[in-house]
């Protein structure tokens, strides 16, 4: 998947109110290298990102992602991100992005070491083809996160809420999953409560209510579940936050992994338990989430 767009930002003070932020991007060549080896987004992974989906040049969400950004942010006592920059920021890359799927990604890091500012940036490329695996689904296998549902508010600067780069663990979570016979993970809290996936949200159905964990500190607020709830109550489908014990995943009689770029992918193995994939239901859902979303 080659790199298409690069944009470098001079990030803006929060209450900058220029209207045109064009001055403070520098486009650059996206097979070229363009960060210090002073990097602290590369050196420790400090800093956060955002990945938006863009269908036929239409990037989805957009103040969601900012939102989630603004919050990471503060999470992570980087200095609040100017959103008017960065939503003009998105628009030029999603003004890149021809017919089909990409993704564009928002990266706010740290900046160098002892340098004075942040280093921002955004990526536009194509985004790899999900259309089978949200078909066919992905088996999934419960993976300890290792630590208990007490520790968001216990150790807040583990910073568990906030969209991080340091993704190494999430990846390694999916490798291990792959390693059991998986396609990919859902990761419980070891006091035995669903969190979320390493790269995407869950959602169950039990009993007629869509159920997805409460966001507490603990797991990321998705976007695209938040649309989805907003789809299913416009249905007048029950919707609910909920804590769900492991030992209930079992009473599921469907589930999905959301996220902005696979979109929804049907869960059809639990912990080697098959879950029936409602296929008309995935088709709409997606079909909703392929369909033009601000
Ligand atoms: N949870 C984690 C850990 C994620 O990394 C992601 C997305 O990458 C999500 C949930 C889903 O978030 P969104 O729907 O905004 O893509």
């Not at 942010?73 to 890359?93: G, S, Y």
């Not at 979570?173 to 990919?184: M, N, Q, S």
């Not at 507490?216 to 909920?242: K, P, V």
Request: aromatic share 6%.
């Amino acid at each position: 998947m080659a790199w298409r767009f690069a944009l470098m930002i001079d990030p803006a003070e929060p209450d900058d109110a220029r209207t045109d932020f064009t001055p403070t991007f520098t486009e650059v060549d996206p097979a070229a290298p363009a960060l210090s080896v002073g990097e602290l987004s590369t050196q420790r992974g400090d800093g956060i990102f955002e990945s938006v989906g863009v269908i036929d040049g239409h990037a989805q969400e957009v103040q969601a992602h900012l939102d989630r950004l603004a919050h990471s942010a503060e999470l992570c006592d980087l200095p609040a991100p100017n959103l008017e920059q960065w939503r003009e920021a998105v628009a030029l890359a999603e003004s890149r992005c021809g017919p089909g799927e990409s993704v564009i990604k928002l990266i706010l890091s740290r900046g160098v070491d002892h340098g004075p500012a942040p280093t921002a940036w955004i990526t536009a490329a194509r985004a790899a083809d999900f259309s089978q695996v949200r078909v066919r689904g992905v088996r999934v296998v419960t993976l300890d996160r290792g630590y208990d549902s007490g520790v968001p508010a216990r150790a807040p600067w583990l910073l568990l809420g906030a969209k991080t780069l340091s993704y190494a663990v999430n990846m390694a979570a999916i490798r291990e999953a792959k390693r059991r016979g998986a396609d990919d993970a859902i990761f419980v809290s070891s006091d035995g409560i669903v969190l979320e996936a390493p790269t995407a949200s869950l959602i169950l159905r039990i009993d007629d209510v869509y159920l997805t964990p409460a966001p507490n500190g603990g797991i990321l607020q998705g976007t695209t579940q938040l649309s989805a709830f907003a789809w299913l109550e416009q249905q007048g489908l029950a919707t609910e936050y909920r804590d769900v014990p492991t030992t209930q995943l079992h009473t599921a009689d469907a589930a999905w992994l959301v996220s902005s770029v696979r979109l929804a992918a049907p869960i059809s193995e639990i912990d080697g338990t098959p879950i029936a994939i409602d296929a008309d239901f995935t088709a709409r859902l997606n079909e909703y989430l392929l369909s033009p979303r601000d």
